[in-house]
């Protein structure tokens, strides 16, 4: 379900809100991912998907993506990157945490921005890095 925001009011949203909205994307997105290629219990699908979802994967991720995105999109994560950081992840550093939030920031600046076609290319790469970045550790 898309709840688009007209483009002139997306720039009033807070970055808080939009990397709230992007966490929750990003997740679904993931879980997704995770239950349509596993099978098996909840906490084995929850291991999972810590491996794409934790702030230094997501890190990671944007660091390696960041050239290819459009300059808009650019200062969309460094805007989220940037922000205030209202807490601090236990298990990262708090550059990988503070990449991760301008990551989740842009993600939910493309879905209420309305941009499904953007944001589906931009979920598949990062999630093809989280499994690269897996399978060369080994898990």
Partial sequence: MMIPIPPEDIREVPTSVLAYVGDAVYELHIRMHIAA??????????????????????????????????????????????????????NASPADYKYATGLETLIGYLYLSNNEERLDIL???????????TKEKGE
Avoid: W
Avoid at 123 to 133: S, V
């Fill in 37 to 90: 290629r596993f099978g098996g219990q909840s906490g084995v699908l929850h291991r999972k998907a810590v491996r794409y979802v934790s702030a230094p994967a997501q890190a990671n991720a944007v660091r390696v993506l960041f050239d290819e995105l459009t300059e808009e999109e650019q200062n969309v994560f460094r805007r989220g990157k940037n922000g205030h950081q209202g807490s601090m992840a236990k």
């Fill in 123 to 133: 979920l598949n790469k990062i999630t093809r890095i989280c499994e690269t970045d």
